[in-house]
């Protein structure tokens, strides 16, 4: 069974950047894609980004896409997210997932296991 963790996270000024790391234990994630979601406070949780088990594909949500970016160390076990020109609306906890398969997803039911997220708070 993989545990995931996820570290990084931290206050910010907006227009600064981040990246959160997300490291994977127990099993080897090189064979699935992984997938970045958050959760503000009061909302539901929502797609980030997600990448494909081999690196060479990427999607994102529209309200990150050209700001954050995905990218993962397989012989590390290990999945990162670049976030730069971030604004006070990206203030929420970052949860890494494994995905169900090697291929991108972007719904929660196209992963399984969930770190525990890690909190980004973004001033203005």
């Known amino acids: 069974q993989v545990q995931l963790v996820e570290s990084g996270g931290g206050l910010v000024q907006a227009g600064g950047s981040l990246r959160v790391s997300c490291a994977a234990s127990?099993?080897?994630?090189?064979?699935?894609?992984m997938g970045w979601f958050r959760q503000a406070l009061g909302k539901e949780r929502e797609f980030v980004g997600s990448?494909?088990?081999?690196?060479?594909?990427?999607i994102y949500s529209d309200r990150v896409k050209g700001r954050f970016s995905i990218s993962r160390d397989n012989a590390k076990n290990m999945v990162y997210l670049q976030m730069n020109s971030l604004k006070p609306e990206d203030t929420a906890v970052y949860y890494c997932?494994?995905?169900?398969?090697?291929?991108?997803?972007?719904?929660?039911?196209?992963?399984?296991?969930w770190g525990q997220g890690t909190q980004v708070t973004v001033s203005s």
């Open positions: 997932a494994v995905g169900q398969s090697a291929v991108v997803g972007e719904t929660e039911r196209n992963f399984g296991t």
């Open positions: 127990g099993r080897t994630i090189s064979g699935r894609a």
């Open positions: 990448i494909s088990a081999s690196g060479g594909v990427t």
